[in-house]
């Protein structure tokens, strides 16, 4: 069965850290593997995609690497701010076909 | 990436009544419309997947009678929520996807039914 895992359900720190958060799949054929933010009542919107070859694909504060081997993916947040307060979802998509799994999001909170 | 609209952003809606959702891609030729609902805190959950001038595909548990798609054109896709109902209340969210695999999401639509 076509899963996405993310880690943790939620995490809260503080203004200016860093932090990291984890996608586990076991999605096969692979395709690539999607990074999105979601604020809250609002759509998902892409930060990363990467493909079976990339290891690693940065967008500003936002790094995220790949390991097609163990089947998983981290999200690498530099300097937080308080607008990176959202959830963010780890999107993993199945070659031969539009088949979009969703892990279920790691709640992120940034304080001041 | 895509310029995705949705309208309206907010609707609030009696019991029983009816609510057309419209999805634009703006610059964007969307062969396939996936309409995804999230409830608070949750992921999003597929509803139905509909290609161009087809008929829709939708997920099991989810009522076709219900939930009413229309994908007449490349750059606008519909969804009528029939009916609707106090559980019905949900964030409704598009994303229009191209032949090369790419997806981009709707702003959603935040749905209240009273």
């Known amino acids: 069965k076509n899963q996405v895992e993310q880690s943790p359900q939620s995490l809260i720190i503080l203004e200016g850290k860093n932090c990291t958060l984890q996608c586990n799949y076991t999605v096969s054929p692979f395709s690539n593997l999607r990074w999105y933010k979601q604020d809250t009542g609002r759509g998902p919107v892409s930060l990363t995609i990467m493909t079976f070859s990339e290891n690693t694909k940065s967008n500003g504060r936002y790094t995220a690497t790949l390991d097609a081997d163990t089947k998983q993916s981290s999200l690498h947040i530099t300097a937080s701010q308080l607008s990176d307060s959202a959830s963010y979802i780890c999107?993993?998509?199945?070659?031969?076909?539009?088949?979009?799994?969703f892990g279920p999001g790691t709640r992120l909170s940034v304080l001041p | 990436g895509a310029v995705v609209s949705q309208h309206p952003s907010r609707v609030i809606c009696k019991s029983g009544t009816s609510v057309k959702i419209e999805c634009r891609s703006l610059?964007?030729?969307?062969?396939?419309m996936f309409w995804y609902r999230q409830f608070p805190k949750q992921s999003l959950m597929l509803m139905a997947t509909s290609n161009e001038g087809s008929k829709a595909t939708y997920e099991q548990g989810v009522e076709k009678d219900k939930f009413l798609i229309n994908h007449a054109s490349l750059t606008l896709s519909t969804l009528t929520v029939t009916s609707a109902h106090p559980e019905d209340s949900s964030v409704y969210i598009c994303s229009p996807s191209g032949g090369a695999g790419e997806q981009y999401f709707g702003p959603g639509t935040r749905l209240t039914v009273t």
């Open positions: 999107v993993v998509s199945a070659r031969y076909g539009q088949n979009f799994v």
């Open positions: 610059d964007f030729q969307a062969t396939t």
